[in-house]
């Protein structure tokens, strides 16, 4: 091989590599940037996989699993029975209350219907009280003695009728059967008097 041929070779054999140097120093300088060149960088491949995972668990952990939700719901049920037995008892309570009320109601009604049909005449101190009395034909007459010692009860005019003996506590009733005044005494103390006014 003659010399010119050999320095023709080398020659093209420097050029070769210098340019192979520069394709690297280029390729270098564009991942690294500090040539000017654009960059151009693909995004890391998983990164945003990663994120989007971590978004999933967190929503997973904050939704409330089935036993949760199964805690939740009986838990309600529970509340709801027992607002539902205080509502009946409250019910209950307040039917009961109607029932005491009306049962009073129709006691005072009762009392007050023979408070009409009845009159009192109490004997104490050894006198009639009250000694004077207006009633209506058919109401009924009750004296009862309150004292220690015994009376009775025995018309003298307007009326017949006449009482046994009453101890302490004893009662004796009469009605009248038409309009009249009755004049009466205690015969064991003949002081002891009373009068009944009687109307139709």
Same mark, same amino acid.
């Given at each position: 091989? +003659?010399? %010119?041929? %050999?320095t023709v070779a080398c020659t093209a054999l420097a050029l070769a590599l210098g340019a192979c140097g520069k394709d690297d120093e280029s390729v270098t300088g564009r991942d690294a940037g500090d040539?000017?060149?654009?960059?151009?960088? +693909? =995004?890391? =491949?998983? &990164?945003?996989t990663s994120t989007s995972?971590? +978004?999933?668990? &967190?929503?997973?952990?904050?939704? =409330?699993?089935?036993?949760?939700? &199964?805690?939740?719901?009986?838990?309600a049920k529970i509340l709801a029975a027992s607002a539902k037995d205080r509502a009946k008892a409250a019910a209950k309570e307040r039917a009961r209350t109607a029932s005491t009320a009306a049962v009073r109601a129709a006691s005072r009604a009762r009392a007050k219907a023979a408070s009409k049909d009845q009159v009192s005449i109490a004997i104490r101190d050894i006198k009639f009280k009250p000694q004077h009395v207006a009633v209506k034909v058919g109401q009924k007459i009750t004296w009862t003695n309150r004292d220690m010692a015994p009376h009775n009860v025995t018309a003298k005019k307007g009326a017949t009728f006449a009482s046994e003996k009453l101890n302490r506590n004893d009662s004796f009733t009469y009605t009248p059967t038409k309009a009249a005044t009755i004049d009466y005494v205690c015969t064991i103390h003949p002081r002891q008097d009373g009068k009944l006014l009687v109307t139709k």
């Open positions: 091989m +003659s010399r %010119l041929t %050999l040539d000017g060149a654009t960059v151009t960088t +693909s =995004p890391t =491949p998983g &990164a945003g995972t971590q +978004s999933d668990t &967190a929503a997973a952990k904050d939704k =409330p699993s089935a036993k949760d939700r &199964a805690k939740a719901a009986a838990k």
